[in-house]
Nanobody, 125 residues
Framework: QVQLEESGGGVVQPGGSLRLSCVVS????????IGWFRQAPGKEREGVSC????????EYVDSVKDRFIISRDGAASTIFLQMNSLKSEDTATYYC??????????????????WGRGTQVTVSS
């Protein structure tokens, strides 16, 4: 019942854009807040953004605020992360999860330690 699959990563030059997708099961869609997280080599996993079940609340870590946009599409059971003005420090493996990053308060139930395979984002010139 708890299923998530990330996609949309790739290699892009600084200043470019990517849109990540997180396709989730209907059970996850109906019950859980969704967060985006990322992990760069040698660093701990960090929270990036979250969205409430109904989409009325979105939150972002300061480093991506005004550059990234999180949204959800009920017809496709998909949560998107539109990433604009990408920087080299955005390079990481990106994951979605039925969880909210520390310090964020998007409404919905949460679970710990449920992750997809992740999708790699590389920003390089």
């Amino acid at each position: 019942q708890v299923q998530l699959e990330e996609s949309g990563g790739g290699v892009v030059q600084p200043g470019g854009s990517l849109r990540l997708s997180c396709v989730v099961s209907r059970f996850v869609w109906d019950h859980y807040a969704i967060g985006w997280f990322r992990q760069a080599p040698g660093k701990e996993r960090e929270g990036v953004s979250c969205i409430s079940r109904a989409g009325e609340t979105t939150e972002y870590v300061d480093s991506v605020k005004d550059r990234f946009i999180i949204s959800r599409d009920g017809a496709a059971s998909t949560i998107f992360l539109q990433m604009n003005s990408l920087k080299s420090e955005d390079t990481a493996t990106y994951y979605c999860a039925p969880d909210r990053p520390p310090g964020m308060s998007c409404e919905g139930h949460v679970l710990n330690d449920y992750w997809g395979r992740g999708t790699q984002v590389t920003v390089s010139s």
